[in-house]
């Protein structure tokens, strides 16, 4: 009993500060802050070619789509809400990945190369420390993507935010 005296108050101000840190964490907002890195930097590869719709995106993992982004690809689910350090995801994005064995159809031997990936000839460029910051943040809470997202064709996306820019310089 005396144990559970001395240590219950040690625990409550370690409650008090992991929930303040983590409340300090500011939320992450598909619209503003997911969406258009996906744009910028998955969707070309990882997204639905209108010209021809019988292309299937690489590892067949769909960024341009709620749906099929929550079901993943080849390698299985890639967004594991809650769980950056588990979804597949967020750990590309830091560098190879060894291939899961259950993979089906896949040479279990060579790892899953970081993302994006490096053009031919090149050497791999990560994207920005922010922005995997904010998928991290984002899939550890919760990997909210509104249903009402409809996200669209990268092409597209650049030239509206062109046009708001542009409004808004007005």
Not at 34 to 51: D, V
Not at 90 to 99: D, F, I, Q, S
Not at 127 to 144: D, F, H, M, S, Y
Request: aromatic fraction near 6%.
């Amino acid at each position: 009993m005396k144990t559970l005296v001395r240590t219950l108050p040690v625990f409550v101000i370690a409650l008090a500060a992991a929930s303040a840190a983590w409340a300090q964490e500011p939320k992450v907002d598909f619209v503003r802050d997911i969406e258009p890195i996906f744009q910028a930097s998955c969707i070309k590869c990882h997204g639905l070619n209108p010209r021809d719709p019988h292309h299937h995106p690489a590892a067949r993992l769909r960024l341009d789509d709620r749906v099929a982004a929550f079901k993943g690809g080849r390698s299985g689910k890639v967004i594991i809400p809650g769980d950056a350090r588990r979804s597949l995801l967020y750990r590309l994005l830091n560098g190879p990945v060894p291939r899961p064995k259950k993979a089906a159809g896949l040479d279990s031997d060579k790892d899953i190369a970081a993302m994006p990936k490096a053009k031919r000839g090149q050497k791999w460029k990560p994207l920005p420390a922010r922005e995997v910051a904010l998928i991290k943040a984002w899939i550890n809470q919760g990997a909210v993507w509104p249903a009402s997202v409809k996200t669209i064709p990268a092409k597209a996306w650049h030239a509206r935010r062109k046009t708001a820019k542009e409004t808004s310089a007005d």
